[in-house]
């Protein structure tokens, strides 16, 4: 039997190869992957802090404006361990972070310190999550330096993958309004068969849903925005009239589901036919009525309540800082604005709240509210302050000039006499 004989440069070969697996890293993180959306590649920046243990860092343009969002990140490291020959068990602190800038050098994001980068390991890659602000056009990456014992370490990549925003919904009734009145009473049937729209505002297109049995309906799976509910009316019993608006809008933020867009055709006299509106803004001049050029207050919630059946209803200001209670009855409501939901710092120069009585059909445009800015809050009203400071100008008056009977006037200065 013969026995297979390496020749000299077998034997080469495969100590070329035992070196190669000794000399290999013990471990290696995730390699060096960046893939996503969004990749940035750091051109190794080398983030050696050592001279006085300050932070270096570097900032550079994105290749890519990264928009506003939230994101999956992946940071990269970097620092070659295996082919080192020194002892590598001091190899501490090699932590960086990241800082992301928009076009007026403002921070919209800055990311938690990467892990550090283990003895053993020449990559490392720190899967987190990322939430920016702004837009952002340019990255600064720093190192962490934590403690004395700080070392090199180099930011490899960067990688932001988006996140799918969590889906709303809106919805709920179509519902046979026997006597009238703008609201669904416990008795009261829903209507199946009945077609709903929804659209989006400046968009083409619409969604459609067909009651069911009991009258819901459902749009789900919707992104955040502005949408309008539409009930189509040659779809509603014959004879019959809406007690309520024919289009509802609605705002949608992530994951929100609003199930209040309910639509009331009756077949008898229709009572719900009034109005309570109309405007929140900026009162700029502090005169309690709205002027040309003054700044509209989108978002601010306004509340209504009908005092003879107790029932209360909310509402929010749209773009152009108006709202409006449609579908009401004949009746006496109080309308309130919750300044909690006005831009901070401001107060008043209206009234808070309405009262206001409706006749059937009556419309009533006048419950408008103002804010203007005012000073932060201390314990004291705006008024206080005017108040005080007056009483201090009238005190610093009579301590400049002070006239004694019979003679010359003269001043304090420093509790000496002048004259």
Known sequence: MNTP??????????INVIIGLLMAPAAVADSTDCTSDFEVSLNAPLLNPNAGFSPSETTMALAATIP???YALAMVSYDEHSNKTVDQSDQLN???FMQLLDSSGS???QSEVSPD???DQDWLTFNTSATLTGDAVAMRVAHAAIGDNVN???ANCAGFTRVAPELGSIGDMVWLDSNGNGWRDGSEPGIGGVRVLLTMPGTGGALEATTNADGTYLFAGLATGSYDVIVDLTTTPANTDLTTPPALPDVLADGEHHVVADFGPAAGAVLARAAIGDQVWMDDNVNGIFDSGEDILAGVTVSLFDTVNGTRLTTVTGASGQYLFAALTGGTYEVRVLTATAPENTALTTTGTYSISLSDGQTS???DFGFAQALPTTGFETADFGIAGFVLLLI???TLVLVRPGKTPWHLVNANEVR
């Open 68 to 70: 506003a969002g939230d």
């Open 396 to 398: 610093g008056a009579a």
């Open 5 to 14: 004989r390496l020749g000299r440069l077998g034997l080469l070969a495969l």
């Open 107 to 109: 921070v919209v994001y």
């Open 365 to 367: 445009l006048i419950a």
């Open 152 to 154: 090199s370490i180099v």
């Open 94 to 96: 090699e932590q960086w």
């Open 117 to 119: 980068l283990p003895d």
